[in-house]
Every structure is written in structure tokens, then in C-alpha cells.
């Protein structure tokens, strides 16, 4: 099995809805576009990953939204190294389809107070249901690891609460760990690097906003 040396996530750049929540009322989430100053922030991150990377060849997966594909072209990586698939598991969490900024205001109230995790927002899914794709992905990414020609390197481009759900779903943290955990910001890489071990480790811990409350020892 020839397994990557390192799996990179990254985050989308800032998009015109990060910017201004009213315009989720007009236009389709998938559907907006980075900002000039999320343009920015991801040919910074290309550059990092550039360096990264390197000549050595690339397997990348891209979430179905517009934002995440921006995100991608700036990065300016070399197309004759780069293996690139549209993967719609790694999708935005749903929130329903057009959106009122006051209903979703109250269920972001909601969600804090039930929890990120199991909180459905109406029409759309909650933390658990992403959890569940992120899942069914992993196991697709594991099978193509079998292949002997796979390349050294994975870059998932995607989003913040994907970001971590796939981090809890590989390291296997508990729920309470999940809800502690803030999303990185517009334009931030994750790397899960393959150690002298034979384990892959997280290169930066995502930063925690409360201290984990666990049901019980699994936590």
C-alpha cells in the first residue's frame, strides 16, 4: 500500500458569504465566490504549498462549490502534477437551500446551545451528517492507497467544519473533543504527516475555545 507522506486540508479562501451573510437570501450557498481578499489569501496558501510540495506529484480532491474550485486555481500548482477530482462528500455542511438571515440566526442560536454536533438544522444536515459522508470518503481515499503508483501527497480542499469532522473521524476523537474545537480560518492548512512511526500526525492542533465536558472514559 503506498500511503502518502503527508494529507493537507485547506480551507476555502473567504467568500462573498463570509463577507456578507444578507446575500445568502439571493444566491445559492454552492454558487458564491471568493472575495478579492479570499483570492489573495489562497494564492498565499498556494505558495506555502508550492514549497510544500515541491515536484513531487499531487492527489487532490475538491469540494462541488464554487469558492473551493477559486480557492484551488489560485493555488498555481503545476497541472502536470496534479491529479485532481470534484468530491462532493466533502461539501459545505447543508443549511437548507435559500436561507432567511433571521431564521438562521436563531438556529445558529440553537446549535449552540443543543450542540454543533447533533444539531439538524431544518432542511439541512447537522454535524453528525457530515461526520457520516466524511466517513464514507475516508474509506474511498484508504482504498485508493492500495494503488502502487499513488502519489506522495493528498490536498483536500474544503471546508472548516469538514476540516475537523475528517480530523475527528481519522484521529478518532470523541463528540466532546469535536464541540470544543473552533474552525480554522479562511485560507489555513491542516497536515496530517505520515511519521517514522507509521502514523500520521496532526502538524498544528486546531484552537479550542472551551475545555472538552465527556460524557464518560471514551471522552
Known amino acids: 500500500m503506498a500511503r502518502p507522506r503527508r494529507i493537507v486540508l485547506v480551507r476555502h479562501g473567504e467568500s462573498v458569504g463570509n463577507a456578507d451573510d444578507t446575500v445568502y437570501e439571493r444566491e445559492p450557498d454552492h454558487?458564491?465566490?471568493l472575495t478579492a481578499a479570499g483570492l489573495a489569501q489562497a494564492a498565499e496558501t498556494g505558495a506555502r504549498l508550492r514549497e510544500l510540495f515541491g515536484r513531487e506529484r499531487v492527489s487532490v480532491y475538491v469540494s462541488p462549490y464554487r469558492?473551493?474550485?477559486e480557492t484551488f486555481r489560485a493555488f498555481g500548482l503545476d497541472p502536470g502534477l496534479v491529479r485532481i477530482r470534484e468530491e462532493p462528500r466533502l461539501r459545505e455542511?447543508?443549511?437548507g437551500n435559500w436561507q432567511d438571515r433571521e431564521d438562521v440566526r436563531l438556529q445558529k442560536a440553537y446549535r449552540d446551545a443543543y450542540g454543533h454536533f447533533f444539531y439538524r438544522f431544518a432542511q439541512g444536515e447537522s454535524g453528525a451528517d457530515v461526520y457520516d459522508r466524511v466517513g464514507a470518503f475516508l474509506e474511498s481515499l484508504h482504498r485508493s492507497f492500495a494503488?502502487?503508483?499513488h502519489p506522495p501527497n493528498v490536498l483536500l480542499v474544503t471546508h472548516g467544519l469538514t476540516m475537523r469532522l475528517f480530523c475527528m473521524r481519522w484521529f478518532h476523537w470523541s463528540v466532546a473533543e469535536f464541540e470544543s474545537l473552533s474552525n480554522p480560518a479562511n485560507g489555513e492548512t491542516r497536515t496530517l504527516q505520515l511519521g517514522e512511526d507509521g502514523r500520521y500526525h496532526l502538524d498544528r492542533p486546531f484552537?479550542?475555545?472551551r475545555t472538552p465536558e465527556p460524557y464518560?472514559?471514551?471522552g
Open 207 to 209: 484552537e479550542r475555545w
Open 31 to 33: 454558487s458564491l465566490p
Open 67 to 69: 469558492r473551493t474550485h
Open 93 to 95: 455542511q447543508d443549511w
Open 216 to 218: 464518560g472514559a471514551t
Open 147 to 149: 494503488a502502487p503508483d
